[in-house]
């Protein structure tokens, strides 16, 4: 104890008015509040540093604490990528001895025109011996099971009941989720699944159902996954996740359900993005306002106040060119999510944005989590994030920013009004367009695509993700379903040999009113697309570098239009630099180039523009001419000279690229994303 005291008077306090005046002092008297705060984009701002007296401002009570957790386990998922049964069960029970402890299956029905019936995406369980065989070699109660299968989840439900029953097992031992959300499908699809009424009822009896045969099931999902994946802010994302479980408790309660009951089936799915710290606060917020919902409608117990949440790593910010950077984007948002003490987590192969994931890709992404619990001991610290300034300070910012567009949602009316009167889709979309934008300009940077790209990488012929689908099959039986009893009935209909065919009527019947919709997509998709475009041309434009004058701007200017118009996939000729203007006519000459650019230093261009422009208007194929910089007021008369455009800091990289593939001829560059 002696050697801790003098350790620690080694380093006499700092007060935070000292810590300012350093701070203001080396930013030559700025204020730092403005300088140094950091727009995080996701509707809170960051100041740069923060001290223990910030924990004395929180207005959220008990934020060091996460409600509910007693420990820092969770389980590690793994999604199964497999169409047809006998595959997926094989990854399944491979999955399992190779550490995961939890399986996630998608499995989507939509009806559609000319199909029998509709059709069907992900794992083609169309019958109870399909469900019978993906489960076959598989405890019901570990590894629990995770069933991504939107509003056919009373089908699965009851397929599971009979699969209880068919092995003669403790009801209570059966441990999955079911991610029933049809506020969800609604805001995707622009159209109700079926009328409220009847979902609501669906609900109801899922839940009536659960609590009385499947004690362990949660039926009631908040597919918060969406409003991420959408373009979506944290505060978003965490706002509509509550008005989504504020629904469930008001309407089902109206409808005969305790809170408690109703409260004990939900469980919440979110993404987890990039912004490593806020990642980790918006999770510790979301357990802090769910507690807090459950509260003002009565409900006190602990176990339903603690929020059951799944984080899945972002689909927004992968990428196709470069893949491998995805695995470093997945290793930090599970650490995130493992920190912030989410109960299941799944990380997704690297892979996933082009391809059928490899085992390579699956098997990485499960190791991650080993890694995170065996190597890093994530699970043996009790909410790791307690007690940081910085983390308390921004799970009480977010949830207080949350908390507050929630309640803006509940004045309007709660979340189904917000949805079908476009108020969601108008949050979301606004939202979108500024990261859009950051994108566009590089504000935002992805590795490989839009900033540092390999332009020689090739990824056209490895694209293959288009929508796989299966018809869904009928029996040659008359089934009649009884609505009243749906869950019943469907296990009834199914265990006489009924298929998914058969009562998709029932599960899927879609209003005729549309509404404003959202739709999932990646960020990075406008440029991946200029780059598919430049691989499917009929040949790949060469761009020459023309580093003229002061060594140390043409190196650095000549580095910036690399990169620039590498992310279109050209192809790039970046010479060391030429001694005058000849020298690089004569290689113009030689590579006859698509497009050249003038790399030198502003003062110079003054001299060197007019000479190279005259020389290049002497031949038979003259390239186009960009110049890397911003003249500004010089702009016009370089143009005049013969400069067909600048390319600089300030440059929206996605227009300018798609202006240089209209004038190359190239894809279909007008169209707008």
């Given amino acids: 104890m002696d050697t801790e005291k003098s350790l620690f008077e080694e380093f006499p ?38 001290r223990r007296e910030e924990l004395e401002k929180l207005t959220i009570p008990d934020s060091p604490v996460t409600p509910g957790k007693r420990d820092n386990n969770w389980q590690i998922c793994q999604p199964i990528f497999d169409q047809e049964v006998t595959d997926a069960n094989k990854s399944a029970r491979t999955a399992i001895k190779q550490g995961a402890d939890a399986l996630k299956f998608e499995f989507r029905v939509r009806r559609t025109e000319g199909m029998l019936g509709g059709d069907l995406q992900g794992t083609a369980i169309q019958s109870q011996s399909d469900f019978t065989a993906l489960l076959e070699g598989v405890e019901l109660d570990a590894p629990s099971l995770n069933f991504d299968s939107g509003i056919a989840t009373p089908a699965l439900v009851a397929m599971l009941q009979n699969e209880v029953q068919a092995r003669d097992v403790d009801p209570k031992s059966a441990n999955a989720t079911f991610l029933y959300d049809p506020y969800a499908y609604t805001a995707q699809h622009g159209q109700l699944p079926k009328p409220e009424k ?45 008005a989504t479980g504020s629904e469930y408790l008001a309407k089902l309660s109206e409808r005969g359900l305790s809170i408690y009951n109703i409260a004990s089936q939900i469980f919440f799915s979110f993404s987890i993005g990039g912004n490593y710290f806020l990642e980790i606060a918006k999770f510790r917020a ?28 972002s689909r ?141 990488e090739r990824m056209a012929e490895s694209l293959d993700v288009d929508y796989k689908a299966v018809s ?37 019947a879609p209003g005729k009113q549309l509404y404003r919709a959202v739709e999932p997509y990646r960020g990075t998709e406008p440029f991946e697309r200029l780059r598919m475009e430049t691989e499917q041309h009929s040949s790949t434009p060469t761009v020459l570098i023309i580093p003229l004058g002061n060594r ?48 030198s230093s502003d003062k110079e261009y003054q001299d060197l523009v007019e000479p190279f422009c005259k020389r290049l ?31 600089h800091r300030k440059s929206n990289v996605l227009e300018t690229l798609r202006e240089l593939h209209k004038k190359l001829g190239i894809g279909n560059a007008n169209n707008e994303d």
């Fill in 617 to 647: 208007d002497s031949l038979k194929k003259k390239p186009m001419l960009l110049l890397a910089g911003h003249p500004k007021e010089h702009e016009e008369e370089y143009c005049n000279f013969g400069v067909d455009g600048f390319i």
């Fill in 552 to 599: 140390k701007m043409r190196k650095a200017r000549a580095t910036f239009a690399s990169n620039f118009l590498g992310c279109a996939g050209y192809e790039i000729k970046e010479p060391i630099g030429f001694e005058d203007i000849e020298a690089a006519i004569r290689e113009i000459e030689k590579i006859k180039p698509e497009i050249a650019v003038f790399c």
């Fill in 198 to 242: 009847v979902f609501l009822d669906d609900a109801r009896q899922m839940v009536s159902f659960c609590k009385q045969n499947l004690p362990h099931i949660r039926c009631l999902g908040i597919d918060a996954r969406l409003w991420h994946n959408t373009g979506g802010t944290i505060i978003e994302e965490l706002a509509l996740a509550l």
């Fill in 13 to 50: 306090p700092v007060s935070t008015e000292e810590w300012e005046k350093v701070i203001e002092e080396d930013l030559g008297g700025a204020d730092y509040r403005e300088k140094l705060k950091w727009d995080t984009g996701e509707g809170v701002d960051v100041q740069p540093f923060y």
């Fill in 286 to 313: 979301a357990r802090l306002l769910w507690a807090k919902v459950v509260e003002a409608y009565g409900e006190t117990s602990g176990d339903v106040k603690a929020a059951y949440i799944h984080g899945e790593t």
């Fill in 472 to 508: 869904l099959k009928e029996s040659d039986r008359e089934l009649e379903i009884d609505c009243e009893n749906i869950i019943e009935s469907l296990a009834e209909n199914f265990d006489l040999g009924g298929k998914l065919g058969d009562v998709v009527p029932v599960l899927l």
């Fill in 316 to 456: 927004r910010n992968k990428t196709v060119y470069d893949p491998y950077t995805n695995m470093l984007r997945t290793s930090t948002e599970g650490m995130s999510a493992a920190i912030a003490g989410c109960d299941l987590i799944t990380i997704n192969p690297y892979d996933i944005t082009f391809q059928q994931p490899s085992e390579l890709g699956q098997r990485i992404a499960r190791n991650a989590q080993i890694i995170f619990k065996e190597e890093a001991y994530l699970d043996q610290v009790y909410d790791p994030g307690a007690g940081s300034y910085y983390i308390e300070v921004l799970t009480d910012k977010i949830a207080n920013a949350a908390w507050q567009q929630f309640q803006e949602i509940e004045k309007q009316g709660g979340m189904l009004k917000a949805i079908t009167q476009g108020v969601v889709a108008q949050v979301i979309q606004d939202s979108a367009q500024k990261r859009d934008q950051a994108i566009a300009e590089r504000g935002r940077i992805f590795v490989g695509t839009n900033q540092y790209p390999n332009a020689e």
